[in-house]
């Protein structure tokens, strides 16, 4: 048994739950660990592994949570903790994430989504906890990741004038995103990252994940991550819908907002381009470049909105469109 093993056996027991079975849980793109401890009478917790050694802080994780449950909503209740060896005893929020059960029974699709649109009208109407800022330059550098990974994947160049010229104009276009009122952002906030809880009452039948990350930024970015989902298509007509469910429950300029979520969505789908294309070539997940193509076409959606103009044929111009070969090429260079 490695010293590692030895640690989480002990936390285990040290929390009162050494007669439960262990059993390993789905994990995510991160380097934390999940397994769901379940007690011989059915009791469940679930354990979170986060080495800091290999880049893992609960601190976050922990912070946040406390804010979430604060304002009412389901964030999983912390029952131990060892911050400086990264593991946590959280509770056990289920499996039914929403993608999983929107595949069960499509009729749950929209009140799904309207559920986590009332979420952040909770969350954002709350005070703003300490948070570091979603700032220009940092949405920008994170944007331009698109550059560093995936542009890099197929031609092999790096820190390119193109890739500097896009930081700058890209920086510009965020200036009025940042002026605008900061909220808490989850910066992911997906369907497989919200679980299900139909037993609870109103925002607090969504269950909330992966939040570790959350910053000050503008409230479309938790609706553009729910929206234009990487991982699943979300319609049209429930994209449309949920922006104007939100506007209704946190009325503001129409025109701004919209605004504000195309510029959002080229942010932070040009960021995952780049992430899928490093899971790729640096950690040896090519999988996730067989998402790229459903990205690129958010990318392309919101290019179209006049506010994305000083940007636009700059993209279209130095980023090469996902083809089949060029996918081919980023799986080809996995973990080299």
């Known amino acids: ?99 999983e059960v929107i595949a069960r029974d499509a009729t749950l ?17 709350a005070p703003l906890p300490p948070l570091a800022p979603y700032d220009t330059v940092t949405m920008s550098k994170f944007a331009a990741r698109a550059y560093e990974w995936y542009s890099f994947g197929i031609t092999g160049a790096r820190n390119t004038p193109e890739q500097a010229e896009f930081e700058r104009i890209m920086a510009d276009l965020l200036v009025p995103v940042v002026a605008a009122p900061q909220v808490l952002i989850q910066r992911d906030y997906h369907a ?50 949920m922006i104007d469910r939100y506007l209704t429950q946190n009325p503001q300029d129409s025109a701004e907002f919209r605004a504000a979520y195309a510029i959002l969505g080229v942010q932070r789908n040009l960021r995952i381009v780049g992430a899928f294309a490093k899971l790729s070539i640096a950690l040896g997940k090519p999988r996730y470049v067989d998402l790229i193509p459903r990205v690129w076409e958010f990318v392309e959606r919101n290019l179209a909105h006049p506010a994305l103009a000083p940007i636009a044929v700059h993209i279209r111009e130095t980023m090469p469109v996902p083809t089949h070969d060029i996918l081919a090429t980023l799986k080809a260079k996995s973990a080299i």
């Open 1 to 99: 048994m490695t010293d590692r093993a030895q640690l989480l056996t002990a936390f285990i027991a040290n929390s009162g739950w050494a007669d439960a079975t262990r059993i390993t849980v789905a994990g995510d793109a991160s380097n934390r660990r999940y397994e769901r401890l379940v007690r011989p009478d059915g009791e469940t917790s679930i354990l979170m592994d986060a080495p800091e050694e290999r880049g893992e802080d609960v601190r976050p994780f922990l912070a946040i949570a406390g804010h979430l449950l604060n304002i009412g909503l389901s964030a999983p209740k912390i029952y131990n903790q060892n911050k400086e060896q990264g593991l946590l005893l959280i509770e056990d929020l289920g499996d039914d994430l929403f993608k």
């Open 192 to 241: 497989e990252n919200l679980l299900w809880l139909p037993t609870r009452d109103g925002a607090a039948r969504v269950g909330l994940l992966d939040f570790q990350d959350a910053m000050s930024g503008h409230a479309a970015y938790d609706l553009v991550s729910i929206l234009q989902d990487a991982r699943r298509d979300v319609p049209l007509v429930i994209e449309s819908a």
């Open 109 to 125: 699709e929209l009140p799904l989504y309207e559920a986590a649109v009332d979420v952040l009208t909770v969350l954002h109407g």
